[in-house]
């Protein structure tokens, strides 16, 4: 079973459509890098897919859970949005604490895995309040938050924003490892390069639609790219993408 | 064309923006409807006594108690406009750096206080003058002089703008002090409700205070309003006194304003709150929450202990609590103390004020108070039924035995209640300690978490419709068992049916909708979507 599975999945505000009939596959030990210029509805997709948002139309499931059922898809998933969900009157060490018992995880081996977090993850003021975080230390909050119960499913929204470089890396590492593990990624960035680096699939979100998906060298290779941020220039700024893509196959 | 004063452009683009925002929300515009609205009936005399029948006393011939009167309102006005003003400038000032950065950015200190400062008075001017003004028409009319209108009219508007003026710098002291002093939380917000109760009791004894001004400079102010109403005794040199004091306050107040500015804006002088945070370890529970998870499944009772804690940290969350408390001491002072109603009428005010009280936090605006965390909590496999017990046990643990406990006290407290007086306020007080929450849930779960009112930095407090709306069922549901307390407060002789039959249609509304209100509220929120 995929790890993520929509058919015609729609969102509809009045009459715009943010998301139109999105058909997606995305295996489980994969990660899958969600790629598309401002607005063309990668946010609501990612809400979409992790309950927060009801669809107009269509399916989804998410590591075998309908979406509709947000009860049950919140023990599968993990979710870091762009916007750091964190309570900024609590310590980093208070909120890990909290989310780790929300979630169900043994004491004991809650005991364990956050020191070891906070550790990788160079969370070295993890008792000061997040109020006082600067936004690379509350990014990182927010993934040590969404990993701590080793979700089937990882969402990120924009994760690398406000990282510093080792913590960049750092997170890239623990991604991989995650994917490795059997998990699946969905990254939403607009960082090609760490698109470049770590997707397996990438697909490309234009005007609600899914205009392209393939690994990445080869949706390099057939637009003619050297880079995936050529591609992505190459496919967003012509006046007919559809036409184009039909043209290249 | 001569460029535009950088004062005005500041004054004028975020008067613009307060413009925009009111008239985009239909609440909004209407607030600011209303309250000028009803202030100006209330004042003019449209509905019971007022400016047009002080008026209509003085062309009588009764001058000196018409003249004393307009006297006594010009003072206890202006104390309560400076009160309201320091109140709003000093909770306004924690947003002025990031509401005027561009600003701050593009021209001087100087030009963009001011502009905040002028900015601050003419909403509360727009406000509230309006109900001057029509008490000074009405006045006018009522004397038929319409030359009083002239002083009255022109004179309150100086005494807004006076008012608006010269508590600015105390806002912005205000301010300073609580950055600068690494005061809790709970302390800061402690004085400003100390500051709330200090304008309620101005508001409660406002002859008294008035009687007091009156042989103070302040009594000049009468003066200025009343040298055009011809027979008045005003003092014309006491009215250009007391404007050229004023006019020299002002212009003190504004140059104080510019450097506290500077100071709050751009001092070295915050301190980072490091007080109360507890340190725990990683992965181990603190003892509140330990035992809260042997009675309820321990992601509640998480929820539960961190909502707590949120709280006591930012208690402002609370604000519409105090109103709650503040109903109760009015009801006690007009329906008991000053009122025909016996002693046996606390506990049921008690009971009453102490569930509305209870019910008006975090639980009217569930989502909103999550903040930024709550697609964390939506996506953390807890159910919605799991968050709105959490959140109503939240409130239920520590209100159940302050109301019950209150009421049942403070009836055998007054004495010479009967066991079935006693008992009738127990069940009447148990009966909403538990409809407030749940009622204030489902509820609070219809405003999403961006209609809620901001108070001051990041602190979002519920929103004032779901506040009305919960006020109103509340009384709805609490109405008979109250009824039937005061009955029995009005005549002991009343039939202990009559007790009794009131508090149990209470206790039996209240069961039902407490239940209700429970599914409501997770029903709702099972189907939220972020939109």
């Known amino acids: 079973m995929a790890a993520i599975e929509t058919d015609g999945l729609t969102k509809r505000y009045g009459s715009v459509a943010a998301v139109e009939g999105l058909d997606l596959t995305v295996e489980r030990g994969t990660i899958y890098g969600f790629l598309g210029p401002n607005g063309a509805g990668k946010t609501t997709t990612m809400r979409l897919l992790t309950g927060l948002t009801r669809p107009s139309d269509g399916t989804a499931t998410v590591a075998g859970v309908d979406v509709r059922d947000r009860d049950r898809l919140g023990e599968r998933i993990g979710y870091v949005p762009d916007t750091p969900p964190l309570y900024e009157k609590l310590t980093a060490r208070e909120q890990l604490s909290a989310v780790a018992d929300v979630r169900g995880l043994d004491p004991e081996l809650a005991r364990e895995r956050l020191p070891e977090l906070l550790d990788r993850f160079g969370l070295d003021a993890a008792d000061d309040r997040i109020e006082t975080y600067s936004k690379g230390m509350k990014q990182k909050t927010s993934v040590v938050q969404a990993i701590v119960h080793e979700p089937d499913v990882l969402f990120l929204d924009e994760p690398t924003s406000g990282l510093d470089p080792n913590a960049a890396r750092t997170l890239k590492a623990a991604l991989t490892e995650l994917r490795d593990g059997g998990a699946a990624v969905f990254l939403s960035t607009h960082v090609l390069p760490v698109v470049d680096e770590l997707a397996d699939t990438v697909g490309l979100l234009y005007d609600g639609e899914l205009l392209a998906e393939d690994d990445p060298e080869r949706l390099k290779a057939d637009l003619d790219g050297e880079t995936l941020e050529d591609a992505f220039v190459e496919l967003t700024t012509d006046a007919d993408p559809t036409a184009r893509l039909r043209e290249q196959s | 064309m001569k460029p535009v004063h950088p004062v005005v452009v500041v004054a004028r683009t975020s008067l613009r923006q307060i413009y925009r925002k009111v008239r985009e929300s239909t609440r909004m515009t209407v607030f600011f409807f209303v309250i000028p609205v009803f202030f100006a009936l209330q004042l003019s005399g449209l509905f019971g006594p007022g400016a047009y029948d002080v008026g209509q006393q003085f062309a009588r011939g009764d001058s000196v108690a018409a003249v004393a009167q307009v006297r006594g309102a010009t003072l206890s006005g202006l104390v309560l406009l400076s009160l309201m003003g320091v109140l709003g400038a000093a909770g306004g000032n924690s947003e002025f750096k990031d509401r005027y950065v561009a600003f701050l950015t593009a021209t001087s200190t100087r030009s963009v206080a001011v502009g905040s400062v002028a900015r601050q008075t003419a909403i509360w001017t727009a406000l509230f ?35 608006g003026v010269v508590t600015a710098p105390v806002g912005f002291a205000a301010r300073w002090v609580l950055d600068g002093y690494d005061l809790s939380g709970n302390a800061r917000f402690g004085l400003g409700v100390v500051m709330l109760g200090v304008f309620y009791l101005v508001l409660f004894t406002r002859e008294y205070v008035s009687a007091v001004l009156e042989a103070t400079p302040l009594s000049w102010a009468g003066d200025l309003l009343l040298v055009t109403v011809p027979g008045a005794g005003a003092s014309p040199v006491l009215a250009g006194g007391f404007l050229a ?25 915050v301190r980072r709150p490091t007080e109360e945070t507890e340190v725990a370890d990683v992965g181990q529970s603190t003892p509140i929450r330990d035992v809260l998870a042997s009675v309820v499944p321990r992601p509640t009772a998480t929820l539960v202990e961190l909502t707590w804690r949120r709280t006591k940290r930012t208690p402002k969350t609370l604000w519409y609590v105090y109103p709650g408390v503040f109903v109760g001491l009015v009801m006690g002072e007009q329906l008991v103390y000053h009122g025909p109603f016996s002693t046996a009428m606390y506990p049921a005010i008690v009971a009453f004020a102490g569930s509305l009280a209870a019910g008006s936090g975090f639980t009217l605006n569930p989502l909103g108070t999550e903040g930024d965390a709550l697609p964390g909590l939506l996506t953390s496999g807890l159910s919605s039924a799991d968050i709105v017990r959490a959140k109503a046990l939240a409130v239920v643990l520590p209100a159940m035995p302050l109301v019950v406990g209150g009421a049942l006290g403070v009836a055998l407290g007054v004495g010479d209640a009967s066991p079935l007086a006693v008992l009738s306020v127990g069940v009447f007080a148990l009966a909403l300690a538990v409809l407030a929450p749940t009622l204030s849930l489902a509820l609070g779960v219809h405003y999403p978490p961006d209609s809620e009112g901001l108070l001051g930095g990041s602190v979002k407090v519920p929103n004032k419709s779901a506040s009305a709306v919960y006020t109103v069922g509340m009384i709805a549901v609490a109405a008979p068992g109250f009824g039937a307390v005061g009955a029995l407060a009005l005549s002991p002789s009343v039939a202990p049916t009559t007790l009794v039959g009131g508090v149990a249609v209470t206790a039996a509304v209240a069961s039902v909708v407490s239940w209700f209100a429970y599914r409501h509220a997770v029903a709702r929120l099972d189907a939220y979507s972020v939109e």
């Open chain 2, 129 to 163: 003058w309006p109900a001057a003004l029509t008490a000074g028409v009405a006045f006018a009319a009522g004397a038929d002089m319409p030359v009083a209108a002239v002083s009255l009219v022109a004179g309150s508007f100086w005494l807004f703008v006076v008012a």
């Open chain 2, 245 to 269: 004091v004023s006019l020299g306050l002002v212009g003190v107040a504004l140059a104080a304003s510019v450097r506290l500015a500077a100071a709050v804006w751009y001092g070295d002088h």
